[in-house]
């Protein structure tokens, strides 16, 4: 396990790293495979460990990416009333929305439900892939930080549970039935947090380098700086 | 789990660090005034979120402002040849109760009016105990906190039922659905309520306990 500050030895060679919610410094011990390291003031996490942490993102992302593809492009749900039906894709729900004059409603609903996982599993494939062959260029920290972005507004979990509620409550007026595209929701809805725990970002950010260091604005902290400075 | 420890009880700001908010890396910048990039992945360094509890402020009010057209105006119209009604969030929580799905009824009431306006009242808690200096409590601070940032997507339920129900029943001149105007009230009290938990700065309620030095662990 490489370590990105400094190779002093004995403790000094764990890493320094603030809590990102209390802001509290602390030394990452190395961490058993599966282990876990909480800050000792707040408990947010801090560092986890997952076992094979770009192979199997790896893996989840493409599946992810197969079963986005039949997510948007077959039918979600259909619908069949008096010898009429009708059926309705994701994008289709947007379109609708827009063509009903809710067309900020419907941006919202195809950000959350087509671009930001779309964004996620393309970005995520890039930095996967870049990871591969060592050293990440300086923009692959760039395409992970979009990807991190992007993660909270990917909504198949709350959109599978609002299409159960559209789908009950529609059965009362009609006989609906399920496309392929619930499935393959529901199968996202699992996937995409999924890769999130599987993926560990610190072992990316190791093969990212620094800028050089005379045109920075700011330095990454050397263990032996941080000493020096009194501490 | 792995028990830390501690550099001495002191926070990455007290050394003139930052630490970056994407990519955790610890950074000394060259000019405290102005931190600039991240020498790594080029997010922007501040030591605590800028005008964290202004920003946060104008998002929580304008949420709440909007949360009451969202609860008051209808969500979806249903239109038959025959007649026309119109359901707002709580008519189509008594309507999926009535109709024997109470499950469903609890999750959308939970999802769609408890939620939000729980999400708006502890984050008004947070920024006021901010603000007074507040010192105790951190820990039940600091897991509100943690559990707004969790939940708050969910709220986005409502939308995508009303999307699809909308999407789905257009059976002219049979049956019909339109999207009310609530729907837009209620998907922007989500979003904003969203990005209002990312620009609240939780390390504010540790640094009120740190300056008066006793810490309740
Ligand atoms: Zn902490
Ligand atoms: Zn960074």
């Not at chain 1, 990452?28 to 560092?47: D, K, N, T, V, Y």
């Not at chain 1, 009708?86 to 379109?95: C, H, P």
């Not at chain 1, 392929?180 to 947090?193: C, K, S």
């Not at chain 2, 926070?11 to 405290?32: D, F, N």
């Amino acid at each position: 396990m490489t370590d990105p500050l400094g190779a002093a030895p004995g403790a000094s060679s764990q890493p320094l790293m603030a809590c990102q919610e209390c802001d509290l410094l602390q030394r990452i011990p190395p961490l058993p495979i599966r282990g876990e390291a909480h800050c000792a003031r707040c408990g947010h996490s801090l560092a986890a460990r997952p076992s094979d942490p770009l192979q199997i993102p790896l893996a989840l992302t493409i599946t992810a990416a197969i079963v986005f593809v039949v997510a948007i492009t077959t039918s979600l749900l259909g619908l069949s009333a008096v010898g009429r039906h009708a059926s309705t894709t994701i994008i289709g729900g947007a379109w609708q929305l827009w063509q009903e004059g809710e067309t900020i409603t419907a941006a919202i609903v195809m950000f959350c439900a087509v671009i930001a996982p779309g964004f996620f599993i393309v970005l995520m494939l890039t930095v996967l892939l870049l990871a591969k062959r060592a050293p990440v260029p300086h923009w692959g920290g760039e395409v992970l930080r979009w990807c991190l972005h992007m993660q909270p507004w990917s909504m198949y979990d709350v959109m599978s549970l609002g299409i159960l509620v559209a789908l009950i409550k529609v059965a009362q007026l009609a006989s609906v039935d399920a496309g392929i595209a619930l499935y393959a929701m529901g199968v996202l809805a699992v996937l995409l947090p999924a890769i999130m725990v599987s993926f560990d970002a610190r072992e990316i950010w190791k093969l990212v380098p620094c800028e050089n260091k005379a045109t920075a604005s700011a330095r990454a902290v050397e263990e032996a700086d941080f000493l020096a400075s009194g501490r | 789990m792995s028990a830390l420890k501690p550099v001495r009880a002191i926070t990455a700001a007290q050394c003139g660090l930052i630490s970056c908010e994407t990519c955790k890396l610890l950074a000394r910048p060259a000019h405290p005034e102005d931190p600039g990039h991240c020498p790594r992945c080029g997010g922007e360094l501040e030591f605590r979120r800028r005008r964290s509890l202004q920003r946060t402020w104008a998002l929580v009010i304008a949420a709440a402002v909007c949360y009451i057209p969202a609860n008051m105006l209808p969500m979806m119209a249903t239109t038959t040849f025959a007649s026309s009604h119109a359901d707002t969030i709580m008519g189509g929580v008594v309507y999926l109760f009535a109709s024997g799905s109470w499950p469903l009824a609890l999750i959308v009431l939970v999802a769609s009016v408890m939620v939000p306006l729980g999400k708006l009242i502890a984050l008004i808690y947070l920024l006021l105990s901010v603000q007074r200096g507040m010192p105790g409590a951190c820990h039940q601070r600091a897991r509100l906190y943690r559990m707004v940032e969790l939940i708050g997507r969910w709220s986005m339920l409502d939308v995508f039922v009303v999307t699809f129900i909308v999407a789905l029943v257009q059976l002219q001149p049979l049956m019909a659905v339109q999207p009310g105007p609530a729907v837009l009230f209620f998907a922007v009290v989500v979003v904003l309520t969203m990005i209002a938990a990312e620009t609240f700065d939780p390390r504010l309620i540790w640094d009120s306990a740190a300056n008066l030095e006793n810490e309740d662990d």
